[in-house]
Each structure stands twice: as C-alpha cells, then as structure tokens.
C-alpha cells in the first residue's frame, strides 16, 4: 500500500490492486491486465505512490491528516481509463493510463475493509448491473441484477467496520449494503424514499468535522444539501442541511476525500467549460466548504465520465 509521509491514515490502492480493479472490469486476469494495456504509460510502470507523494515542505496539517486520499478515475470517449492523484500542492498530478475497455463500467469506489485507515478493496458496477470486488491479490463477482440508476461507497455508514454501499432504484428509493470483510454485502435495508429529487449525490468521508460518513446531494434547482451521517444502519441520516445554492453550473460534482492533504474531505466539481474546481473542506456541518474555489484543471470535457 502507498503511504502518504507522516499520515496515519490517508492510503490507497496500490498498483497491484489497480490491476485487480481494472482484470475485474474487463473480464481478463490480473496478470494480463498489467501485461496488456497499450502506450502512453502501461499500468505495470505506474507508481501511484509516486502519484500521492508530499512535498517535504508540505504543511503541518498535511503530515497529521485524517481525512482519506482517494485517486480520481477518468474515461475518455474511448473507453480508456486513467488515474489522477493529488501533486502535494493543492492539485492534481499528471494522469496515468490503467487500460482500455472502460465502456461498461458506471463507478468505482475504493473502500477500507478492517477500519484501518488503508483503502484495501475497490467495488465497481457495470451497465449490466454486475458489481465486483477487487483487491491487491485477487477480483471477483459479488453482485448481479443491479437495475440502480445510482450507486456509491461514501464509506461506513453502517455503523460497523467496514464501507457500505448506497443504491439509488428508478423509483427514487435509496437502498443501503453494509459492506462485509471479504467485499460481499449484506441484504439491503431501505434509506428512503424521494431520492430522484436530486442529479448528483456523492461523499467519501466526513464533511461535517464530527467523524461520520455525511453526503452530498444537488437538486435539480442547483442547491446543494448536506446529510450528515448517525452511525445507525436503520437510519444513516439526519436532516438535511442546506448548504449552497448555484450549483447547476456544475456538470459534476465528486468527493474523493482529501486532495490538497490539510487533513479535511474536500469536493471536485467540473463546469460546463470542462475545468476541475475545487472546494476546500472545513469540517464544519455549517458551512462545509472554504470559499473561494479553487480552480484544479481544465480540459475534463473529453471525460465522460469521472469518479
């Protein structure tokens, strides 16, 4: 696992179980997929530590993080995938090219099996309505008949020790999974109803500075809620909090944990230009986000998709 200097927590897939993801997406090996993917980088010469290395003269904050450190995952028209991690100055680094094939796939979402601060497994779901489980040493199927038209890993919201899963059905009910140790999941138990209210719903992490899993939601009038987590499987939610408004500029909206390593879950949003902003978390359940964006990127038009 890559480790981020001086972070307890903060780890990531390594390469091996970005091999695993990709074999499980693309129904070949592991192996074979780091053998096999194309110029201009194969998976095999991609080191995603050199991708999440700090700077020395990284700030305080950034040595004593809590928030975890995600990579965000790129496919082009293509179908061809590829990863960027943060640069360790508030941005992201070059990309790095996984593989090819990416068409089928709908999300990926790395996630923490023992509560141990390192994000050791990975889910991901196909157009099919397959969902697989990968790891640094192996990837298999752990779902089928998934006719969701949203699903995610925001992280524990169970309230037990491994991240769960949330599936949006097209009757707009949200369905919880709690994750289990080995990638499989429980029977799910139900959320709620109302849920197509809103175009994008998203988190990774806390946002609100109280150490639960919260998450994201924009309604289609551009306002932006925030869901604070309880813990509690039969009711992973409080109320609602209102906490921007506007947000229909934005053509994505991602949290993919810490990215400019000050130790708080920050948001990634994507505009209709194609540029890649950043909100800078507070850990306040208030006012979640330091303002102004920050702007991280440009040219993410050629992505359809992004997670």
Do not use: C, E
């Amino acid at each position: 696992m890559a480790n981020l200097p001086g972070r307890k927590r903060g780890r990531v897939l390594s390469r091996l179980a970005v091999a695993a993801i990709a074999a499980a997406l693309v129904g070949t090996s592991a192996g074979a997929a780091v053998a096999d993917t194309p110029a201009p980088q194969p998976l095999k010469d991609v080191d995603v530590s050199r991708l999440l290395a700090a700077p020395s003269n990284a700030p305080a904050a950034a040595q004593a993080a809590a928030a975890p450190v995600y990579l965000l995952w790129a496919v082009d028209k293509k179908s061809n995938a590829y990863l960027y991690g943060p640069n360790g100055k508030g941005s992201f680094a070059a990309r790095s090219y996984v593989s090819s094939g990416w068409g089928p796939v709908k999300n990926v979402a790395s996630m923490d099996l023992n509560a141990d601060g390192k994000y050791d497994g990975a889910w991901s779901w196909d157009t099919a309505g397959n969902v697989f489980f990968a790891n640094d040493t192996s990837s298999r199927q752990v779902g089928k008949g998934w006719s969701y038209n949203l699903v995610l890993s925001p992280g524990n919201l169970g309230g037990t020790v491994q991240d769960d899963i949330l599936a949006r059905d097209n009757a707009g009910v949200l369905w919880l999974y709690k994750g289990n140790s080995n990638g499989t999941v429980t029977a799910r138990v139900k959320v709620g109803p109302g849920w197509n209210a809103y175009s994008h719903i998203t988190g990774k992490a806390d946002l609100s500075g109280d150490g639960r899993t919260d998450i994201l939601a924009k309604d289609k009038t551009g306002a932006l809620w925030l869901y604070k987590g309880t813990g509690n499987a039969a009711a992973p939610f409080s109320a609602r909090t209102k906490v921007g408004a506007g947000w229909n500029i934005y053509n994505k909206v991602i949290a993919n944990g810490d990215l400019n390593l000050d130790g708080l879950a920050d948001v990634v949003v994507r505009d209709a230009a194609g540029a890649l902003w950043m909100y800078k978390g507070s850990g306040k359940a208030t006012a979640p986000f330091n303002t102004p964006r920050v702007k991280v990127g440009s040219g993410f038009n050629i992505y359809p998709k992004l997670f």
